[in-house]
């Protein structure tokens, strides 16, 4: 056999042997297809919840030990990652303390200032005094007094301190100087003006003290001034109760009556005081002043607080009765008089609002 023929052999025995490794290959492959299709023997574990299916899905079984693994347990709290900031933060060393000595006490400094403050306090002083000074004063109210009388009785002079002159107490000097004065506002206008306003009182009374001189008071009790008995007839009168040493400005003080004797020389005791008539009357006119009909009023008679007497104008004699309801009693009174269904303007007679008849009744009886 020659030498091209040796070789021919040859590469085909070459050949030959790489198909039979490749057949080799592919029957491993084969082999192993064969295995992966050949059913399961493992042994089923029976379900823990009869509720759920017994066997997992296959994606569940492959990754069954990494799910265990990343997934936190149902029940355990899940702990939280601190932040990187505050890990820093407790690991740094805590900063060093620095003692800052203190400065020595500075007298010069001290008294400078000191020096400084007093001078602003002399100089804000002596700029008030000489720029705001009273030059001119003004009177807004007043009926029965003069602007002059107002201003002396204040006690404000012009040059005065326009912001220390005392404004309550120049109020209180009016309204103890002037009777008729109810009530006082002052006020200042800037760079150098005083403005007082006053409200007079509008209603009086006019009662006799125990010399029978008239006096005129308020409903509230404080003694106006003295008038002669024509004067006094303009006024509502109060009767029945008689002041002791009336003094203008003051509060009125009712005159208390003396003990009596009987026929047979026994002292009677006194029931009434004075003071209970007083307080009596003048709750009467304040409640006339409520209701705003004290003009018509002529006169109220408390010689007996169990029958109270009051007169409206001509027309009407009322009879209050007792102490008791007023207010009520007045208020009655009122209706019965100027009410859309009381009497008409030309009844005249006797209301009795004493409520001794019948509670809550007004007897009216014209006069024969």
């Not at 002596?126 to 109210?141: H, L, M």
């Not at 309801?325 to 009497?343: D, F, P, R, T, V």
Request: hydrophobic share 40%.
């Amino acid at each position: 056999m020659d030498t091209k023929e040796k070789k021919k052999r040859g590469a085909a025995s070459g050949s030959a042997g790489t198909a039979t490794r490749s057949t080799g290959t592919s029957t491993k492959s084969a082999g192993a297809a064969s295995r992966s299709n050949t059913p399961s023997r493992r042994k089923k574990t029976p379900a823990r919840n009869p509720g759920k299916p017994a066997s997992r899905p296959a994606a569940a079984k492959r990754t069954g030990t990494a799910a265990k693994r990343t997934a936190p347990a149902a029940n355990k709290p899940v702990r939280r990652q601190r932040p990187a900031q505050s890990v820093q933060a407790a690991a740094a060393p805590a900063p060093e303390v620095v003692y800052t000595p203190a400065k020595p006490f500075n007298r010069n400094r001290l008294l400078l200032q000191l020096a400084t403050v007093v001078a602003v306090v002399l100089a804000l002083t002596f700029g008030i005094s000489i720029f705001f000074k009273v030059e001119k004063v003004t009177v807004s109210g007043a009926n029965k007094y003069s602007a002059w009388t107002v201003q002396e009785a204040s006690g404000i002079s012009i040059g005065d301190n326009l912001l220390t002159f005392g404004k309550a107490k120049a109020s209180g000097r009016i309204t103890a100087a002037l009777p008729y004065v109810e009530s006082v506002r002052i006020g200042i206008k800037l760079p150098n003006t005083v403005n007082i306003e006053i409200k007079e009182l509008d209603v009086v009374y006019s009662v006799k003290d125990s010399g029978d001189a008239w006096w005129l008071i308020t409903s509230e009790g404080r003694v106006v001034d003295r008038a002669d008995k024509a004067t006094a007839g303009d006024y509502t009168k109060i009767l029945g109760v008689a002041l002791e040493g009336p003094v203008i400005g003051q509060q009125a003080v009712a005159q208390e009556p003396t003990a009596a004797t009987d026929e047979a020389g026994e002292t009677i005791p006194v029931t009434v005081r004075g003071s209970d008539r007083l307080s009596a009357v003048l709750s009467i006119l304040q409640y006339l002043e409520h209701y705003g009909i004290i003009g018509e009023a002529a006169s109220v008679d408390v010689s007996d607080l169990g029958n109270i007497e009051l007169w409206y104008g001509q027309q009407y004699q009322v009879m209050l009765g007792d102490t008791t309801q007023l207010k009520y009693k007045i208020n009655c009174m009122n209706s019965a008089i100027n009410g859309k269904n009381g009497l008409k303007e030309y009844d005249s007679g006797i209301l009795d609002i004493s409520f001794f008849v019948k509670e809550d009744q007004i007897v009216y009886e014209p006069f024969s």
